[in-house]
């Protein structure tokens, strides 16, 4: 089946650092690419959608400038955490889709846990 | 906006007993459904998923329903087992393969 990986998969910063976090899709090209936040006892919520070779879609509320997405190859997007806050401690998980059909199946990455202290 | 919610947080079930999950949508456009897992510390595992066009589905002890007259999803586990317990999410496929994921509910399974 379809392997989505993350790194890291845990990370501890100090505020003000800024921190990039990677998603691969290990055995399959993804054309399209999700990232989403969770925090604690809550449900996913999509940040941004990032599309290989063009800049990413980022949902209401979202800041581009703060979270900054790169989807430089069919295999790999960043999210770049800048100048993270405690506020940013969440869990960040990413998703891929290979085709781009209207209901390709997304797979999820393991999730990157990020503690800002 | 419209949104994908469920009706229980929590659902304890008895190890072999049946556990039912039930979810409503209230975008009536949606035409395809998705119920993922997820174990605690880990991204969501697919479990099954539905278009529209059916009612139901079945998959290895799982089986969704859907009601598109009530908006309604539910994901049926049968003889449900101690590696179910996890918390269980709908989502829903909108335009451009975006999923808005239901708030989740817990499983947990006793022995």
């Known amino acids: 089946g379809a392997v989505v990986s993350q790194h890291p998969s845990w990370v501890i910063c100090k505020s003000g650092t800024s921190v990039k976090i990677e998603c691969r899709s290990l055995d399959f090209q993804a054309t399209t690419m999700f990232w989403y936040r969770q925090f604690p006892k809550q449900s996913l919520m999509l940040m941004a959608t990032?599309?290989?070779?063009?800049?990413?879609?980022?949902e209401q509320g979202v800041e581009k400038d703060k979270f900054l997405i790169n989807h430089a190859s069919l295999t790999l997007s960043t999210l770049t955490v800048t100048s993270a806050h405690p506020e940013d401690s969440s869990f960040y998980i990413c998703s891929a889709i290979t085709s781009g059909r209207a209901t390709d199946t997304q797979y999820f990455g393991p999730g990157t846990r990020l503690t800002v202290l | 906006g419209e949104s994908v919610g469920l009706h229980l947080p929590t659902l304890s079930v008895q190890e072999g007993d049946n556990s039912i999950i039930n979810c409503a949508y209230s975008n009536s456009a949606s035409d395809y459904f998705i119920w993922y897992k997820q174990e605690s510390g880990k991204g969501p595992q697919f479990i099954i998923d539905i278009r529209s066009n059916m009612d139901k589905r079945q998959g290895q002890r799982v089986t969704v329903l859907l009601n598109k007259t009530v908006k309604h999803l539910s994901l049926q586990i049968a003889a449900t087992q101690p590696g179910d317990s996890a918390v269980y999410f709908c989502?829903?496929?909108?335009?451009?393969?975006?999923?808005?994921f239901g708030g989740g509910t817990r499983l947990m399974v006793k022995p």
């Open positions: 989502a829903e496929n909108n335009a451009g393969n975006m999923l808005t």
């Open positions: 990032s599309n290989e070779g063009s800049k990413a879609t980022y």
